[in-house]
């Protein structure tokens, strides 16, 4: 079973897909299940020109990088995380930690001046009812500590400097 954490237009749905062969794929959204049917199985996302979800047809577009999606209503945002994959916290190699998804900051661990090691808790960031550690990418000195306390927080906003 695949594990997706998809953001829509800023709002966070934790997506399982279970595809069983075929053309008909069972998905639980935020634990609702729904039956979707995939009319062409050997197209890419990209390629896909409509699903059928529950019974009701819903014509769609995505781009090549998956970034948006144009449905009936207009057009989204898109983010799209792989919960059963464990990779790397989104940084820029320099020291800036970001926020991976999109977040409410609960704790903020370290102060400017603070001594850390890599893996070590940097901030608590609250998605989708489940805590998230991000850590820190190497060792080092905490130079500065955009986050605070009860702060929503964008994916890529930088929330600890690490030198």
Same mark, same amino acid.
């Given at each position: 079973?695949?594990?997706?954490? #998809?953001?829509? $237009?800023? *709002? &966070?749905?934790?997506?399982?897909? $279970?595809?069983?062969?075929? +053309?008909?794929?069972?998905?639980?959204?935020?634990?609702?299940?729904?039956?979707?049917?995939?009319?062409?199985?050997?197209?890419? !996302? /990209?390629?896909?020109? @409509?699903?059928? /979800?529950?019974? @009701?047809? =819903?014509?769609?577009?995505? $781009?090549?990088?998956? *970034? @948006?999606?144009? &449905? =009936?209503?207009?057009?989204?945002?898109?983010?799209?995380?792989?919960?059963?994959?464990? /990779? &790397?916290?989104?940084?820029?190699?320099?020291?800036? #930690?970001?926020?991976?998804?999109?977040?409410?900051?609960?704790? #903020?661990?370290? &102060?400017?001046? +603070?001594?850390?090691?890599?893996? *070590?808790?940097?901030?608590?960031?609250?998605?989708?009812?489940?805590?998230?550690?991000?850590?820190?990418?190497? +060792?080092?000195?905490?130079?500065?500590?955009?986050?605070?306390?009860?702060?929503?927080?964008?994916?890529?906003? !930088?929330?600890?400097?690490?030198?």
């Amino acid at each position: 079973m695949t594990r997706l954490l #998809v953001t829509l $237009d800023g *709002q &966070a749905y934790e997506v399982e897909l $279970d595809a069983g062969g075929g +053309d008909t794929c069972r998905v639980t959204v935020n634990g609702e299940a729904l039956s979707v049917v995939v009319p062409q199985t050997d197209a890419t !996302v /990209v390629d896909l020109e @409509w699903l059928i /979800v529950n019974g @009701w047809p =819903y014509e769609i577009a995505f $781009d090549a990088n998956l *970034q @948006w999606l144009k &449905a =009936y209503d207009g057009l989204h945002t898109v983010e799209v995380q792989d919960l059963n994959q464990r /990779v &790397a916290r989104p940084r820029s190699g320099d020291g800036r #930690v970001k926020a991976p998804i999109p977040g409410l900051i609960s704790r #903020v661990l370290v &102060a400017p001046g +603070d001594s850390v090691t890599v893996g *070590q808790a940097l901030v608590i960031l609250e998605a989708m009812k489940m805590e998230n550690e991000i850590r820190a990418p190497f +060792d080092g000195v905490v130079t500065a500590v955009p986050a605070t306390v009860g702060q929503s927080a964008p994916r890529g906003q !930088v929330l600890v400097e690490v030198k």
